[in-house]
């Protein structure tokens, strides 16, 4: 975590009395640690502060979505209780890949006893280059109930020591998702919710989460609607990530921290650097600055690699004309060869200079091994 120095209005005013006094000072102060705007004495979970009335109406809601699904920009409005949608999951239960204590986060997320992450199977996005393309995309995994998340939860909090509860790739399970978090409330769950998200949700399924979840791990991907109609497999992702990311900061704000350096509340936005697409990662990054905040904070990320579709070969089959021998074998393609390579230094230094040039400042250090704690 990069720290920044930010004076308290009331350190501002007094600076303000010393310069007209004295003129100003040659070598200014600098202040380490978490800026004090975003440092927490304490937190309580939002679920934990949700009154019986308000939880009531959010377990008729959740019910409702799964009646008529309108989880995702897809809309298919189907009844998951009779048949699925694009995503192919039900209404009775979510299906889940993995749950465990999880070391592979930012720092401020996984702390020092690292995150607990529930990895759901199945979603609504086809991503060609997905890193988690064998449970995303071919749905492996075992079925858990709303209560049988909650007692997942309620175990990684007691036996796994972790910091949070990380839900991953759940925005086609919200309402199971919403029914676990507030049948774990009533079993003593007391951990944030994070909510990690490709940010292809519908704002009605943000609003089922407001007040249940802590801090949210939106994707921001791509910025073109021929880029994300090609890799993504969806016409309006963008403008779908661009409502979805204001609502998330609406909801939580800018990321705050205890005096541990561990996150508590808050938009944590993620932007995976793709090759050749870096012109896209900075306009991301200035329609951030301009349109959700300044203090936003931003992890540019560097770990792409050709994953699922990318780099596999395509067989081209020749039209032979009747009476003709074929004696040659059809030629061999790649598939997406445009993105079959890693990302370069100077592509990800490039989003990286467009958000500081933004205005961005709060960036999310992985190397540094101290950065989530003072």
């Not at 890949?97 to 992450?117: K, L, T």
């Not at 963008?238 to 541990?260: C, N, P, Y």
């Amino acid at each position: 975590m990069t720290m920044f120095t930010r004076s308290t209005p009331r350190l501002l005013s007094l600076s303000r009395q010393l310069f007209r006094l004295r003129g100003p000072s040659p070598i200014p102060k600098r202040f380490l640690g978490i800026p004090s705007a975003f440092l927490l004495d304490e937190y309580i979970p939002r679920y934990q502060l949700l009154t019986s009335v308000d939880a009531a109406k959010k377990r008729s809601l959740a019910y409702a979505h799964l009646r008529e699904c309108n989880l995702c920009p897809r809309q298919c409005g189907v009844n998951r209780y009779e048949t699925t949608g694009m995503c192919l999951i039900g209404a009775e239960s979510a299906k889940v890949n993995v749950i465990a204590p999880h070391r592979g986060e930012e720092p401020c997320i996984q702390g020092y006893h690292g995150s607990g992450s529930v990895f759901f199977s199945g979603c609504s996005l086809r991503c060609v280059f997905c890193q988690n393309h064998d449970i995303a995309h071919q749905r492996n995994g075992f079925d858990l109930t709303p209560e049988e998340l909650a007692e997942w939860y309620v175990k990684l909090q007691q036996i796994g020591k972790v910091h949070n509860i990380n839900l991953v790739t759940p925005e086609h399970v919200v309402p199971q998702v919403a029914l676990s978090i507030l049948t774990a409330r009533d079993m003593g769950l007391r951990l944030p919710i994070l909510y990690n998200t490709s940010s292809f949700d519908s704002l009605d399924s943000l609003r089922l989460l407001d007040g249940l979840v802590d801090i949210y791990l939106p994707d921001f991907k791509v910025w073109r609607s021929s880029t994300s109609k090609r890799l993504l497999k969806a016409d309006d992702y963008t403008s779908t990530a661009m409502e979805s990311i204001k609502e998330m900061h609406r909801q939580v704000g800018d990321l705050s921290f205890t005096s541990d350096g561990i996150a508590k509340k808050g938009v944590l936005l993620r932007h995976l650097v793709m090759p050749g697409k870096e012109d896209e990662g900075r306009e991301i990054m200035r329609w951030l600055a301009e349109n959700v905040s300044r203090d936003l904070y931003v992890h540019i990320m560097e770990q792409y690699h050709p994953d699922a579709h990318v780099g596999k070969k395509r067989r081209v089959t020749r039209k032979v004309r009747f009476g003709e021998s074929d004696s040659t074998s059809p030629p061999e393609e790649v598939r997406y060869a445009e993105i079959n390579r890693a990302v370069r230094d100077e592509e990800l230094g490039s989003v990286r200079d467009a958000a500081a040039t933004a205005g961005l400042w709060r960036f999310c250090e992985v190397n540094e091994q101290s950065a989530f704690h003072l």
